[in-house]
């Protein structure tokens, strides 16, 4: 018998879930707590489970904090997260941090016995939603261009080179041939694009971005 654990601060939702789960073969459902808090203080009295079924949106300790203490203190638990968020940020952030799956709170019962199995035999469970929103992240990741991302045109990424240099704005201006007036607008359009509020924080943005190499 394979024991699970629910962490959901909706207590409905989670009595509807352990209601569900306890009609299984196979599962048992060892209690359900509200919040990340809650289920470390029951892991401290070693009432471990095979499976924490966690919800991301909690107070003290939220998924995100939870999944990954657990995935560094009792990494042997699979974590599967059971959320309304379908957002890709939400799911790469639960997988990321140890989520070993994660599934919506509108899926089927059927889909929710699937998970359950697919953890247990081949340690992760990945819906064919999922799997889509993880193949487009990673081709995003792949094909992402910094220029591109922060809507650059070829005279502001040749501002910012210059900005990485030890030229004043008065030498940049006339090495690209334009008043300093025009150097201005370069450099508030590069600030709100870069999101920073300094000379030095575009060299460290460049850096970051891979956009200039000292």
Same mark, same amino acid.
């Given at each position: 018998m394979f024991k699970i654990a629910i962490a959901d601060d909706h207590q409905l939702v989670a009595k509807a879930i352990a209601g569900l789960i306890d009609k299984m073969e196979q599962y048992e459902v060892m209690y359900e707590v509200e919040n990340g808090k809650q289920l470390i203080h029951y892991f401290e009295l070693n009432m471990i489970p095979n499976i924490v079924l966690l919800d991301i949106n909690m107070p003290e300790l939220d998924g995100y904090e939870t999944a990954l203490w657990l995935k @560094? @203190?009792?990494? @042997?638990?699979?974590? #599967?997260? #059971?959320?309304m968020y379908d957002k890709e940020e939400a799911i790469i952030g639960m997988l990321r941090n140890g989520a070993k799956g994660y599934l919506l709170k509108g899926c089927r019962p059927s889909e929710l016995k699937l998970a359950l199995d697919s953890v247990i035999e081949k340690g992760f469970y990945y819906s064919e939603y999922v799997t889509h929103k993880l193949v487009k992240n990673l081709h995003a990741e792949k094909t992402a261009n910094p220029i591109e991302q922060l809507g650059l045109n070829s005279r502001e990424k040749d501002f910012i080179l210059y900005a990485c240099s030890e030229m004043t704005y008065h030498e940049i201006a006339d090495k690209m041939c334009v008043s300093p007036r025009t150097i201005d607008g370069y450099r508030e359009q590069v600030f709100q694009k870069m999101n920073v509020k300094t000379r030095v924080g575009i060299v460290l943005e460049a850096v970051r971005l891979g956009l200039f190499h000292p």
């Open positions: @560094n @203190n009792h990494p @042997n638990v699979k974590i #599967l997260a #059971l959320s």
